[in-house]
DNA sequence: GATTAATGCTAAA
DNA sequence: TTAGCCTTAATCT
């Protein structure tokens, strides 16, 4: 479900319910006892993300690494000082998805007996976070982190300096069509596939451009797009594209109907130009492009 | 009630 | 190239 704008929006949260705080780790399920126990106990020192993998590295310098993957979820819950204590926007939402159980102010005594298969549970004072259905979930070393993040590409939410050069040397060092580069997470971390289709329309691009015949400028102005249209993305806990122009009846936030350019539109006109837009498999996923405007 | 598709990726075949 | 993870919402009978 989520791309790299919710991992970021997930390490915050972290970060401000749980930074600095004493965690029971759990594994209801029971497929993660080995490294709950390995957790359990000890301080969450810090949460970080880079593209959609997570890390909450804890005082002993043990790090529980998760991916959610395609439907892996998030949910929290606590009393008032617990959800207070997060500083993203309403609404708020985990995964995509809005957050659990409400927090039942008054009578918190504790998290509620796990519904489902729940792989981790996390619990401080004041909150509890149920972890289910995610691709990877492991407690590791910082070696094995750094490992991780060294198989990774640049982050356009972290947009350090060096990372825009690093993001063109790694497109155009490649044959491959930019569509599937986009979503390579060596290339780029945290491109998923609704970014990857909004980002390459917003920038009239061809899908099927080999990145090696991009140019500088139009690789740099592709990562810059990435960056703006993912800030987005982590401010507003979801995936709009379109500028307000395009919002039906003049609306506040953009219909949900309204929130893409060509994602999931196929067999419909285009916004800007009317043509049909398309859509192909290609590398496993949906692409939905015009044929009008990216040529 | 059953089936499918989904913002992803790994590992087995 | 395909199965698998094992959730959820939307679409189907």
């Known amino acids: 479900m989520p791309e790299g704008h919710s991992v970021h929006r997930l390490a915050r949260q972290f970060q401000d319910v749980f930074g600095g705080r004493r965690l029971d780790v759990s594994s209801p399920q029971g497929r993660f006892a080995a490294g709950a126990q390995v957790l359990t106990g000890h301080t969450m020192v810090e949460a970080m993300a880079h593209g959609k993998q997570l890390f909450l590295r804890f005082d002993h310098e043990l790090f529980l690494h998760v991916h959610l993957g395609l439907y892996g979820a998030w949910n929290f819950g606590g009393d008032s000082t ?3 204590a997060s500083s993203i926007g309403a609404p708020r939402r985990i995964g995509e998805k809005e957050s659990g159980p409400a927090a039942d102010d008054t009578g918190y005594v504790g998290p ?3 519904v489902g298969a729940v792989r981790v549970r996390l619990v401080s004072d004041h909150g509890w976070a149920d972890l289910r259905g995610a691709t ?4 590791i070393t910082s070696a094995e982190a750094q490992a ?3 198989r990774l590409g640049p982050d356009p939410l972290h947009n350090r300096g060096g990372d825009r050069d690093e993001f063109i040397r790694r497109l155009r060092r490649r044959k491959t069509a930019v569509a599937l580069l986009l979503m390579d997470q060596s290339v780029l971390a945290g491109v ?3 970014y990857r289709a909004e980002v390459l329309f917003r920038q009239a691009m061809d899908p099927w451009t080999p990145g090696s015949s991009i140019g500088v400028e139009s690789a740099g102005q592709l990562w810059d797009d990435t960056v703006d249209a993912m800030s987005d993305g982590v401010r507003d806990g979801r995936i709009v594209t ?3 122009t395009v919002w039906t009846g003049g609306a506040a936030m953009a219909p949900d109907a309204d ?3 060509v994602y999931k539109r196929d067999g419909m006109p285009c916004r800007a130009c009317g043509t049909i837009v398309g859509m192909t498999e290609i590398g496993a996923r949906k692409l939905y492009w015009c ?3 990216q040529v």
């Open 148 to 150: 991780v993040l060294d």
């Open 242 to 244: 379109t500028p307000p």
């Open 259 to 261: 929130a893409h350019f």
């Open 112 to 114: 509620p007996p796990p």
């Open 136 to 139: 990877t979930c492991a407690a």
């Open 82 to 84: 617990f959800t207070g």
């Open 192 to 194: 998923g596939n609704i």
């Open 291 to 293: 044929p009008g405007c």
